[in-house]
């Protein structure tokens, strides 16, 4: 078992036999939601249980009558349906029902923070800065923050990115050494999306693929990565506006109709559901790339297509999203996952407690390889454990050029809306500068004035 500095264990003692004031042989549960809802991620719960179970290990140690129970739920269900749980409950407010501990996207924050349905965390992160957080990537802080306050601890990060069918490329003349060079070509800008697009083009042509370009069904930060790729902004950190650059989203849309128009991309594709998106890219090779792939999938294409990893390296490869224009940059997104408090929960001390424990390296590193996430702590990457995954080793190459969402409350509305306007450009339902006036007038409605910046 790995061990917490000696005076750690007696501030643990001192905490639970006294302040807690906890009767002999007390049993406090604490409760956490936590959420894949990609089925590899499942130590986001476990880790909570297994902290528990060291925290047990460490109070006998120390003779204090009191122990923890966790019960941790893992949801495997879609996001909307794990939102609209965790918002009903903290609408109610009863402390037996919302739970102590909440794992849910940092993009929650700016909406849950105002309405007291979680806490900051700046005085409990400060209890264990030294032993513990700040060994954490300082730039995940700034995700995890809302109107200065830190209302999440990042639980882990990822980078998204364009998958390529490397037996595609292999057919088309690609050498070993161009394969491999794909990426570099992309970071420095020699690999452009009309690049990408003409690519899709000559895999359908050839009769490789039955679609040249895939992307994720739903709707999601990635498609912000697009925008940034053509020069744009959706948020301006200075102000905490939204940012509607109606020049930058009329060449994304244009991009999601001309791949339409050209047959690289099905019209009905915000339809589609997931598990199809996934045997396109990663089984059947239908899909000549993916341009919203996340770096977890290689770990759900194992454990849920039953791909062995020696397939996906034979067959796969991937890059950033290449840059779109002069203006714009290639760029991945990441969305940190985090530990939150709710506000009503009655053991926050001691939830907090199990956040730290469950943040320690070998089971931040655990979560990591068993759900393709990158380190959240650098100690993780001087891990043996960690720097033997090539996978991960490989695909932390991209976080250089990492972009995140939106720190705002409006910024969920804002991915709606984006995936209306896609889904609408593809079934050629309307054009792309009525695409933009739809964002327009969706945004106007949804926030106040003040809040959105149009150029």
Not at 88 to 100: H, Q
Not at 272 to 277: D, F, G
Not at 398 to 420: D, S
């Amino acid at each position: 078992m790995k061990r917490l500095p000696l005076f750690l264990v007696f501030a643990l003692a001192l905490l639970l036999a006294f302040s807690l004031g906890a009767a002999a042989q007390e049993v406090i549960t604490i409760r956490a939601w936590t959420v894949g809802p990609d089925t590899p991620a499942f130590h986001r719960a476990e880790n909570l249980v297994t902290a528990g179970e060291r925290l047990n290990k460490m109070l006998e140690i120390v003779g204090a009558d009191v122990r923890v129970e966790v019960d941790a739920d893992f949801w495997t269900d879609e996001w909307d349906s794990f939102r609209r749980r965790i918002i009903l409950a903290s609408e109610e407010g009863n402390p037996d029902v919302v739970p102590d501990i909440i794992v849910s996207s940092h993009l929650d924050i700016p909406v849950w923070a105002p309405a007291g349905w979680i806490v900051s965390l700046d005085e409990y992160i400060d209890q264990y800065w030294e032993s513990t957080y700040q060994d954490f990537f300082p730039h995940l802080w700034g995700a995890v923050s809302y109107e200065g306050k830190r209302y999440g601890v990042p639980q882990d990060i990822e980078v998204r990115m364009v998958f390529y069918r490397k037996d595609h490329l292999r057919s088309l003349g690609w050498t070993e050494d161009e394969i491999a060079d794909l990426p570099r070509r992309v970071e420095e800008r020699e690999f452009l999306l009309s690049d990408l697009q003409d690519l899709a083009q000559e895999m359908v042509d050839a009769g490789l693929a039955d679609y040249g370009m895939v992307h994720r069904p739903t709707q999601g930060p990635d498609f912000f990565q697009i925008l940034v790729a053509y020069g744009g902004q959706y948020y301006d950190p200075d102000t905490d506006k939204l940012v509607i650059d109606k020049e930058a989203l009329e060449l994304t849309l244009q991009f999601f109709a001309d791949n339409v128009e050209r047959g690289l991309t099905p019209a009905g594709m915000t339809t589609w559901p997931w598990p199809a998106v996934h045997r396109a890219i990663a089984e059947e090779g239908s899909a000549g790339m993916q341009i919203t792939g996340g770096m977890w999938f290689w770990a759900e294409w194992q454990r849920d297509l039953g791909i062995p990893e020696e397939d996906l390296w034979e067959n796969l490869t991937w890059s950033l999203i290449p840059a779109g224009n002069e203006k714009g940059r290639p760029n991945q997104l990441g969305q940190p996952l985090a530990y939150m408090l709710s506000g009503p929960s009655r053991n926050k001390d001691l939830a907090f407690l199990l956040i730290t424990l469950a943040s320690e390296v070998d089971l931040n590193t655990r979560h990591s390889l068993e759900a393709a996430k990158l380190a959240i702590r650098r100690s993780q990457t001087a891990f043996p454990l960690f720097q033997e995954n090539s996978y991960l080793a490989e695909a932390a190459k991209l976080t250089p050029h990492q972009i995140f969402n939106a720190t705002h409350p409006a910024a969920g509305r804002y991915l709606a809306v984006l995936h209306e306007a896609i889904g609408g450009v593809e079934t050629g339902a309307i054009t792309p500068k009525e695409g933009v006036e739809l964002i327009v007038q969706r945004m106007n409605q949804a926030v106040e004035g003040d809040q959105l910046i149009i150029r």
